[in-house]
Each structure stands twice: as C-alpha cells, then as structure tokens.
C-alpha cells in the first residue's frame, strides 16, 4: 500500500465483476495465488478467493469505499444468450457504463474487459453489437484499458464442453450443426488469466483491443471429435439446427451462439504471445484439462 496525493492505493488490489462465472473464478483463484488480493463482486453466493462483496448492478454507494485506490478492475460480467429480463443492452452495455462509472467513483484507473471474436462496427449479430457498444463505453472513458476479443475459452467446466457434455447425457449423441468445416481458435483458461495478470501490470496492453485466441485453429468437426472421444456424434442440416435454436429453450445453441460458432471467427495470436510472452497450452494439453476428457 502507498499514498499519492493523499489516495491511497492498493498496487496489488484487483477487483472482478462476474466473479462467480466461468473466466471469473479461474481468474480470481489465479490471481489470488500470484499474490493479489482479489477483491470478487457477486450477485449471489461467495467465491472461494478474496473477499466477496455482495453487488446487483455495481452502483451500489458502499462499494466505493472498499474498492477505492485498487490497482484494475476485470469486468467479466457479461452475457451470450438474452432472456426478457436479462437483454444485452442489460447485461452487457448498461453494467458496463456501471462498471466505468464505478472506476471513476473509487479511482480505479485500469479496466479490463472480455469482448468477442469477431466484434466489429459493422456486425449486425445482437451480441456482437452490444459487446462493441460496450467496448466503445470503455474506449472512450478516459480510464486506461485493455480490451481482449475471446475465442472459445476451454478449461474445466467452460461452457462448450458443458454444452457437448449434456448432449451426451441427454440425447446420447453430439449434435454438429450443418457442416462442422466452421474453424474455432481455442484458448485455456489458464492462459487466459496469465494474460490478464500481464495486462493489469504491463504497459504493453495499454489502451489496446487484443484477440484472445489459442495457438492452434481447429474445425469443429475436429474439435468435437478430439473432445468426446468415443461418443456418438450426427450432423443435423443447419436449417434444423436453426429452427430448434429458435423456437426451444433446450436447444444446445441459442440462435446468436449458433450464428457465432458457424462465424469461422479466428484472430491474430501472433500479437498476442509477443506482447504477453507467455508460453501458451498446446491444443492437445488444453483438451486433457477439460471436463470431458
Ligand atoms: N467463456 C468464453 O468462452 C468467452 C468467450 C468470449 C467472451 N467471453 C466473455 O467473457 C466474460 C466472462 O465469461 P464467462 O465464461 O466467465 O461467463 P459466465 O461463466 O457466464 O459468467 C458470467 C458472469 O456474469 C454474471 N452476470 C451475468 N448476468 C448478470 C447480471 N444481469 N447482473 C450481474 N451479474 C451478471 C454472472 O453472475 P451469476 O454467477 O450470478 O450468474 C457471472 O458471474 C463475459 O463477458 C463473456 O461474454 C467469454
């Protein structure tokens, strides 16, 4: 801890939204082990790293006084499937304005945010949209910031494994929509948050947007293969995967995830490993990490 003009900052206080999803606990349990002293902000239950501190939409007053002078903030809270009450606009634009809002109120000078692969201007995909609306908030608040645009991050309980895996369970038989031929850069979870821990202390990733894509793109005929291993798998004509996504709500794939992953999204890793310099999971080590394997 130290004082500068009379703030006192915390160097190696971080604190996460979405604390309690997937990127969120993999993250904060990593960072906490580094040395941070994590601080998680949940909805709902507590986290087994750091100090949780109990938040619905990050605006409450109280919040302030125990996260001010912190090092970053990870903003991790974030929607791909939309409910009436919980729309993207919701979730992935307004509680990112709440989010910057609350940089600014506890003098939090670093954010950290997970975009998408393949968000850009001119998508006309809802998802995509509100995840540039929320990049373009972050952009232009005056905080530093890095912004990292995700493929599929895979790990332990990631959700496409988790998507394959009740397939399995349900159904007794993996579904690939239309082709499979659609390419997929994965990357590990692990991976992720030694990234991360990069960006909030490196000033390489200063006000920068960086895909988060593994070293290796796959299909995902070839993925799903590697990942289920002796499990029955059917390709189902993509009009019918469509139609399911749309009118079901147990569907595998919402209409938005299943335009995302037919997207062919890949991204530029090379950038990437050299501002990081970490050394990144091989596509065989990652699958093994994951929960079907
Ligand atoms: N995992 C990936 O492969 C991937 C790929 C691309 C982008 N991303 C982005 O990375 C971020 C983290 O992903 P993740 O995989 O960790 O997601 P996740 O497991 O679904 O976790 C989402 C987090 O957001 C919180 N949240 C959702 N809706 C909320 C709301 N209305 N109010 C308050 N909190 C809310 C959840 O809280 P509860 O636990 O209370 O529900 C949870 O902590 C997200 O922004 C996601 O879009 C992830």
Excluded: W
């Excluded at 009450?85 to 003098?107: H, I, M, P, S």
């Excluded at 972050?138 to 895996?165: E, M």
């Excluded at 399911?244 to 890949?266: E, K, Q, T």
Aim: contains cysteine; proline residues 1%.
């Amino acid at each position: 801890m130290s004082e500068i003009c009379g703030l006192v900052v915390h160097r190696n206080r971080v604190v996460i939204s979405g604390a309690t999803g997937f990127v969120g606990k993999n993250t904060g349990r990593f960072l906490a082990r580094n040395g941070f002293d994590v601080v998680a902000l949940a909805r709902k239950g507590r986290t087994d790293f750091g100090k949780t501190l109990k938040t619905q939409d990050l605006t409450e007053k109280n919040l302030v006084r125990h996260l001010k002078g912190s090092t970053a903030f990870l903003h991790l809270i974030g929607t791909g499937r939309q409910t009436a009450e919980n729309d993207y606009e919701t979730v992935n634009v307004n509680l990112t304005k709440n989010a910057v809002a609350l940089c600014k109120r506890a003098g939090i000078g670093k954010i950290v945010y997970l975009s998408g692969l393949g968000v850009n201007k001119k998508s006309t995909l809802g998802y995509f949209i509100s995840k540039f609306k929320a990049e373009q908030e972050i952009i232009h608040s005056g905080l530093d910031y890095t912004i990292f645009r995700p493929s599929y991050i895979i790990g332990r309980g990631d959700q496409l494994s988790r998507t394959l895996s009740s397939q399995i369970y349900h159904h007794g038989v993996v579904v690939i929509p239309g082709s499979g031929k659609y390419r997929l850069q994965p990357i590990f979870v692990y991976d992720v948050a030694q990234v991360i821990m990069k960006a909030i202390s490196g000033r390489q990733f200063s006000r920068k947007i960086i895909d988060l894509v593994g070293l290796q793109t796959v299909t995902y005929n070839r993925f799903v293969r590697d990942l289920v291993g002796k499990a029955k798998i059917k390709h189902v004509d993509f009009e019918k995967s469509y139609h399911d996504a749309l009118v079901s709500a147990s569907s595998p794939f919402g209409v938005d995830d299943l335009s995302i992953l037919v997207g062919n999204y890949v991204g530029n890793h090379r950038k990437l490993a050299s501002l990081s310099r970490i050394a990144f999971t091989g596509y065989d080590k990652m699958l093994e990490a994951c929960s079907l394997s």
